[in-house]
């Protein structure tokens, strides 16, 4: 049951935050915060000025039913309201979630190759124009940090940024192992195999989320080569970060100087710390739960693509789609299973919070 006196805190505070940000005695970075908040809150004051507006109006219902020539409308609006009224309270108690605070980054995303071989090396090419397809048709930005490409245009590894505003909350949910059942361009004798590849993805950190100290780092400079890389080049310009604290080690020579290599190589290691922080918060407030949509762990095998079929299926929903041509496009069809992954979660949520 919505608790209407917490609804009208949150219309009195999203007040409050209106005036501050129009009094002109806040500024610069305290500024940016109360617009992100206010924001996060306009998003839901209509759906609670909906919510008093069809209470209101059930109210005024039973009223007019102790009105002989009024009662035949008011037992009208009574059912139209009272079965609106569920949908509404579901909507509020959805948009009232707790909300990870880095939905809104944008994300690091790494592709790995498994077992299989070459064709692991495709089908984590497959996987990388999927991603990128689908971030473009959002307007999302993609730069590839680091890859490790194959001769038949797959790849042993490709890590990548995604900018873009939510990007992180639309793509979390694609960590993990994904698997193609398929007949490989290497084999003769048209015999499917199977085979997969690890995906992981990280919210991009911020400078603020993550401090790195120069005393907790080394810095290499090597010669960039291999092949792939679009900017390779015969200069000393690749980058090789090594973390001390975390054994993380970071490397990027897709940039065309050391200096850019080395911004791209920090970043990556900021958010990979980051992420090493949240799992870790994560994993102390979540002890008890056991998501429907998982961890987030990229040993876990989440998804499916099976080409004789053509289906798509997600084994943490039990979701088969058969539109796997439009969803290694990076089309709806890829949208439809990131929809029903995040009301999976919120659904979950819900049920932990009744």
């Known amino acids: 049951m919505i608790i209407e006196q917490k609804l009208r805190d949150i219309q009195s505070h999203a007040a409050d935050i209106e005036a501050q940000m129009n009094s002109g005695t806040v500024s610069g970075d305290e500024l940016a915060k109360l617009s992100k908040e206010y924001s996060r809150l306009n998003e839901i004051l209509p759906l609670i000025n909906e919510y008093f507006q069809t209470v209101a109006g059930i109210n005024d219902a039973q009223e007019m039913l102790?009105?002989?020539?009024?009662?035949?409308?008011a037992n009208e609006q009574l059912h139209?309201?009272?079965?609106?009224?569920?949908?509404?309270?579901?909507?509020?108690?959805?948009?009232?979630?707790?909300?990870?605070?880095a939905d809104d980054n944008g994300v690091i995303m790494?592709?790995?190759?498994?077992?299989?071989?070459e064709e692991s090396a495709l089908f984590a090419g497959d996987l990388y124009n999927q991603y990128k397809s689908y971030a473009l048709r959002q307007g999302w930005k993609v730069e590839v940090v680091e890859e490790n490409a194959t001769s038949l245009r797959g790849y042993k590894e490709i890590v990548f940024k995604i900018d873009g505003a939510g990007a992180y909350g639309r793509m979390k949910f694609e960590s993990g192992i994904h698997r193609v059942q398929r007949v490989p361009e290497t084999e003769a004798g048209g015999r499917i195999h199977t085979s997969a590849a690890s995906v992981a993805v990280m919210p991009e950190a911020k400078d603020i989320d993550v401090v790195i100290e120069d005393k907790d780092i080394r810095i290499d400079i090597f010669r960039a080569s291999g092949a792939g890389g679009q900017?390779?080049?015969k200069t000393d310009s690749a980058i090789?970060?090594?973390?001390?604290?975390?054994?993380?080690?970071?490397?990027?020579?897709?940039?065309?100087?050391?200096?850019?290599?080395?911004?791209?190589?920090?970043?990556?290691?900021?958010?990979k710390l980051y992420e090493k922080q949240r799992e870790e918060q994560m994993s102390a407030s979540n002890a008890s739960r056991k998501t429907m949509v998982g961890s987030g762990d990229r040993s876990e095998k989440i998804r499916t693509y099976n080409f004789p079929e053509q289906r798509v299926t997600d084994h943490r929903i039990k979701l088969t789609l058969y539109k796997l041509d439009d969803i290694l496009a990076g089309g709806a069809g890829l949208d439809e299973m990131i929809d029903a992954l995040i009301a999976a979660d919120q659904l979950e949520q819900l049920a932990n919070m009744e």
């Open 80 to 101: 139209e309201l009272n079965h609106k009224l569920p949908d509404i309270e579901k909507s509020l108690q959805i948009a009232l979630l707790p909300r990870d605070d």
């Open 240 to 271: 090789r970060i090594t973390h001390f604290p975390s054994g993380i080690v970071v490397t990027c020579q897709n940039e065309r100087s050391q200096l850019q290599n080395k911004i791209a190589a920090m970043s990556v290691l900021r958010s």
């Open 231 to 233: 900017h390779v080049n």
């Open 66 to 73: 102790n009105d002989a020539e009024l009662r035949e409308i």
């Open 110 to 117: 790494e592709i790995r190759a498994g077992v299989g071989g």
